[in-house]
């Protein structure tokens, strides 16, 4: 049992953790952070980097995939803490989906605030998580 237990907490020391230093939220007036986003759906996913940069009392945010494609572009309100969608990719683009983006967006900007790095809706089973990219701190 001692065994045990011990080469579990060398296990779990050796694992590398995820501080709040490391999801990171804009905070200063043209602080630009990147992650690697996915989007889990029922029926696929969703893959690319995500641009927050901080435009006064907004964050903007785009969401491009690895060809270069923009599939959406946002701005989060700090002080309303809601969503404006400015572009959203054409297969996306239905009032419905759009409703549920906005929505879930807000969310995922409140818990990328509090230092977290994912959010899920259970309702239509879509997962968000961004991870910060390596070596974005000297940016």
């Known amino acids: 049992m001692t065994v045990c237990l011990l080469s579990l907490s060398m296990l779990l020391a050796a694992l590398p953790l995820r501080t709040q230093s490391q999801i990171r939220f804009p905070s200063a007036e043209g602080e630009q952070v ?16 995500c641009v927050l940069q901080r435009e ?12 270069g494609i923009t599939a959406l572009d946002f701005s989060y309100s700090l002080e309303r803490r809601n969503v404006k969608l400015h ?32 959010y899920e809706n259970t309702r239509h089973h879509i997962t968000y998580r961004l991870t910060p990219i ?5 940016r």
Not at 134 to 138: L, P, T, Y
């Open 56 to 67: 006064g009392e907004e964050v903007k945010g785009c969401l491009f995939n690895e060809f």
């Open 34 to 49: 990147q992650y690697e986003a996915y989007i889990q759906l029922k029926k696929g996913y969703l893959s690319g980097i």
């Open 87 to 118: 572009h959203v990719v054409r297969m996306m683009d239905r009032w419905y989906i759009r409703r549920v983006l906005r929505k879930d967006l807000a969310k995922l900007m409140e818990v990328l605030r509090q230092g977290g790095d994912s």
């Open 134 to 138: 390596e070596g974005d701190e000297e």
